[in-house]
């Protein structure tokens, strides 16, 4: 029997996956506000790396790796925090000790813990949080059709009822210890695959049994457990919870949306225009599956808008280090704002447009970012525009250009630059491999600087000009082939007669179309760097360079590699 799929079967095979699945079913809100705001403030931030992005990890982090995330978040500024679940995991219990009776927890920053509306989880939680000033317990059920009906087998009512049971005995354990200020925090799990009615009649429920009012409001964490529709349906959803409570002053609307669909960091944004408050996240968006959102996006997406974000971020590479060591997980090079190659431009035009943007803006005295491809100053996140363009066999001569004259002071001339970029070109596609600045400027060494066969300069002196003669005589000792001879030229300058010297002594005969100079380096080890244009007698135009201390001699010896360029 034949096992080979034919094209038709493949077909039939894939028109029946899709038939698979339901699509997700609009939200009546034919007036949605959404659309027409903009965010003009941070939402309250809350970090999960503790918990959601911990207990997603192949290895969870030990109490070393907790106490350095936890410091790092600190020094982000975050307020809210969530450390963990304490009843489930005795590194999570432990380290809330350590954090508690080690006083580290600032003022100002409250810890949040989750647990399941189960009465032995509620009370170890509160065993694991005893003594803190203030804590934001998390209670947590699920509330989807889906799960209500596979996993609890129990109807709306019993998921009602495991909720308030919760909220009713973290209210009474909030009575016995009155010196830890508890927050309720709600999260009706899977909201997104939640009867937006029925997640609407359980928080409701829940505040109503907390008590909850607008000195005392509950937060209600809306979570996209897993991230099931477009982004507009989640504002949707949300600014339908928002619009159709009975108490909106008595809670504090979070998000806390899950990325399955790769649409995480939208959702957020779209759901704070909806109306929420407050989101919760990770570093990076580490998380179960696909992740939770990423605060470090989110938040440098505010900053250039022109919103503050109020978390700190000033130096991204060491926040990349501590969230890698941390989840030993690697942030991917094309993270947003943080991966490796995300300041860096290979492509030609992105090179020339950079530079030219860079270049605009140093003029500029308007203080506003403005660089074509780059959205945001490497700088603000502590980077730096070292490696913004980098050469492989995509790049141009922009950037060819800015990587001579960064690094190495050489200010190639444009019509060089087009010239140089086809010796780049072809050692990047033969190599295949990035260019280190090295190599460019090797290259550029060995094509333009460093050939002195079959003519090389060896020295060169002007005799006086006499008194009736605008002219001037150079006597040039070269060697060609290895034979060394003197040559005798005038004219109107060096390189006018050493031209003429060239054309009479060597039968090199070259005509300069243009020449420039500029100095490289300053003061004693400044060296002057000369470049000719010059056009040959079967017409070929090409470009020779020269360095020296000298200026004169940095001229003839341009001249000398164009000469012999030409002649290969
Ligand atoms: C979307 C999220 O991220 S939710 C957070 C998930 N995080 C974690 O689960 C990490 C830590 N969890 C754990 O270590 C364990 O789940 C523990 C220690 C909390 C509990 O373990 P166990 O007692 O073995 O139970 P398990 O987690 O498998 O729970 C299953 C039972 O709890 C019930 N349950 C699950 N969630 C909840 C909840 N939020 N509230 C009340 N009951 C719940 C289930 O219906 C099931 O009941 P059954 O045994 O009667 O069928
Ligand atoms: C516990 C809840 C808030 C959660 O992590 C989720 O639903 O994703
Ligand atoms: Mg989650």
Same mark, same amino acid.
């Given at each position: 029997?034949n096992?080979?799929?034919?094209?038709?079967?493949?077909?039939?095979?894939?028109a029946?996956?899709?038939?698979?699945?339901?699509p997700?079913?609009?939200?009546?809100?034919?007036?949605?506000q959404?659309?027409?705001?903009?965010?003009?403030?941070?939402?309250?931030w809350c970090s999960?790396?503790?918990?959601d992005?911990?207990q997603?990890?192949?290895?969870?982090?030990?109490?070393?790796?907790?106490?350095?995330?936890?410091?790092? #978040?600190?020094?982000?500024?975050?307020?809210e925090i969530?450390i963990g679940?304490?009843?489930?995991?005795?590194?999570?219990?432990?380290?809330?000790?350590?954090?508690?009776?080690?006083?580290?927890?600032p003022?100002? !920053?409250?810890i949040?813990?989750?647990?399941q509306?189960r009465?032995?989880?509620?009370r170890?939680?509160?065993?694991g949080i005893?003594?803190a000033?203030?804590? &934001?317990?998390?209670l947590?059920?699920?509330?989807?059709?889906?799960?209500?009906?596979?996993?609890?087998?129990l109807?709306?009512?019993?998921i009602v009822?495991i909720?308030?049971?919760?909220?009713?005995?973290?209210k009474? @354990?909030a009575?016995?210890?009155?010196e830890?200020?508890? !927050?309720?925090?709600?999260?009706p799990e899977?909201?997104t695959?939640?009867?937006l009615?029925f997640?609407?009649?359980?928080?409701?429920?829940?505040?109503?049994?907390?008590?909850?009012?607008?000195?005392?409001?509950? &937060?209600?964490?809306?979570?996209?457990?897993?991230e099931?529709?477009?982004?507009?349906?989640?504002?949707?959803?949300?600014?339908?919870?928002?619009?159709?409570? /009975?108490?909106?002053?008595a809670a &504090?609307?979070?998000?806390?949306?899950h990325?399955?669909?790769?649409?995480?960091?939208?959702a957020a944004? #779209?759901?704070?225009?909806?109306?929420?408050?407050?989101?919760?996240?990770?570093?990076?968006?580490n998380?179960e599956?696909?992740?939770?959102?990423?605060?470090?996006?989110l938040?440098l997406? @505010?900053?250039?808008q022109g919103?503050?974000?109020?978390?700190?971020i000033?130096d991204?590479?060491?926040?990349?280090?501590?969230?890698e060591y941390?989840?030993q997980?690697?942030?991917?090079?094309?993270?947003?704002?943080a991966g490796?190659?995300?300041?860096?431009?290979?492509?030609?035009?992105?090179?020339?447009a950079?530079?030219k943007?860079?270049?605009?803006?140093?003029?500029?005295?308007?203080?506003?970012?403005?660089v074509p491809?780059l959205?945001?100053?490497?700088?603000?996140?502590?980077?730096?525009?070292?490696?913004?363009?980098?050469i492989?066999?995509?790049?141009?001569k922009?950037g060819i250009?800015?990587?001579?004259?960064?690094?190495?002071?050489?200010?190639?001339?444009r019509? @060089?630059?087009?010239?140089?970029?086809?010796?780049?070109?072809?050692?990047?596609?033969?190599t295949g491999?990035e260019l280190?600045?090295a190599?460019i400027?090797?290259?550029? /060494?060995?094509e333009?600087?460093?050939?002195?066969?079959?003519?090389?300069?060896?020295?060169?002196s002007?005799?006086?000009?006499?008194?009736n003669?605008?002219a001037?005589?150079l006597?040039?000792v !070269?060697?060609?082939?290895?034979?060394?001879?003197?040559l005798?030229?005038?004219?109107?300058?060096?390189?006018?007669a050493f031209l003429?010297? #060239?054309?009479?002594?060597?039968?090199?005969?070259?005509?300069?179309?243009?020449?420039?100079?500029?100095a490289?380096?300053?003061g004693?080890d400044a060296?002057?760097?000369?470049?000719?244009e010059v056009?040959?007698?079967?017409?070929?135009?090409l470009?020779?360079?020269?360095?020296?201390?000298?200026?004169?001699?940095?001229?003839?010896r341009?001249? !000398?590699?164009?000469?012999?360029?030409?002649?290969?």
């Amino acid at each position: 029997m034949n096992h080979i799929a034919t094209p038709a079967a493949t077909s039939a095979t894939s028109a029946a996956k899709h038939e698979k699945y339901v699509p997700f079913a609009p939200v009546k809100l034919t007036d949605r506000q959404w659309p027409n705001r903009t965010i003009e403030k941070a939402p309250v931030w809350c970090s999960v790396d503790l918990r959601d992005g911990n207990q997603a990890l192949i290895e969870p982090m030990g109490p070393d790796r907790k106490r350095a995330m936890f410091d790092a #978040l600190l020094k982000m500024g975050f307020k809210e925090i969530e450390i963990g679940f304490p009843a489930a995991s005795q590194t999570d219990f432990d380290f809330c000790r350590e954090i508690i009776e080690g006083g580290k927890i600032p003022d100002g !920053v409250t810890i949040q813990v989750l647990t399941q509306a189960r009465e032995e989880l509620i009370r170890r939680t509160f065993e694991g949080i005893k003594g803190a000033k203030r804590a &934001i317990v998390h209670l947590y059920n699920s509330t989807s059709e889906l799960q209500r009906r596979v996993v609890f087998g129990l109807d709306r009512q019993g998921i009602v009822d495991i909720a308030v049971a919760g909220t009713k005995l973290i209210k009474q @354990l909030a009575a016995e210890h009155p010196e830890t200020e508890i !927050v309720l925090q709600y999260s009706p799990e899977s909201f997104t695959g939640t009867e937006l009615e029925f997640a609407l009649e359980i928080c409701e429920a829940v505040m109503e049994t907390w008590g909850a009012d607008a000195a005392n409001k509950v &937060i209600l964490n809306l979570p996209a457990t897993v991230e099931m529709s477009t982004p507009n349906i989640h504002a949707d959803q949300i600014e339908w919870f928002c619009r159709n409570m /009975k108490n909106r002053d008595a809670a &504090i609307i979070s998000l806390h949306p899950h990325n399955d669909r790769g649409t995480g960091v939208a959702a957020a944004e #779209l759901g704070m225009l909806a109306g929420a408050d407050r989101v919760e996240g990770t570093l990076f968006g580490n998380g179960e599956r696909t992740g939770n959102v990423d605060v470090i996006t989110l938040a440098l997406n @505010l900053l250039t808008q022109g919103v503050d974000p109020e978390l700190r971020i000033d130096d991204i590479n060491e926040i990349v280090r501590v969230a890698e060591y941390c989840t030993q997980l690697p942030v991917h090079p094309r993270h947003p704002y943080a991966g490796e190659l995300v300041f860096t431009a290979f492509s030609g035009s992105h090179q020339d447009a950079i530079n030219k943007g860079l270049k605009a803006l140093a003029k500029s005295n308007h203080g506003t970012w403005e660089v074509p491809y780059l959205p945001i100053d490497p700088q603000d996140l502590g980077r730096s525009y070292e490696a913004v363009i980098r050469i492989n066999s995509q790049s141009g001569k922009g950037g060819i250009a800015y990587v001579l004259e960064k690094d190495y002071g050489i200010q190639i001339p444009r019509r @060089l630059q087009i010239e140089f970029s086809k010796t780049v070109q072809r050692i990047a596609d033969e190599t295949g491999k990035e260019l280190a600045p090295a190599d460019i400027h090797n290259a550029f /060494k060995a094509e333009y600087l460093d050939i002195d066969a079959p003519l090389a300069l060896i020295e060169h002196s002007t005799e006086p000009r006499g008194p009736n003669s605008g002219a001037r005589v150079l006597n040039v000792v !070269v060697s060609r082939d290895g034979v060394v001879s003197t040559l005798k030229g005038s004219g109107k300058g060096p390189i006018d007669a050493f031209l003429d010297a #060239l054309r009479q002594g060597a039968g090199i005969d070259l005509h300069v179309v243009d020449y420039r100079e500029h100095a490289v380096g300053e003061g004693e080890d400044a060296q002057a760097c000369a470049y000719v244009e010059v056009k040959t007698n079967d017409e070929r135009t090409l470009f020779g360079v020269g360095m020296d201390a000298d200026i004169v001699t940095a001229s003839l010896r341009a001249l !000398v590699s164009a000469a012999n360029r030409a002649s290969r």
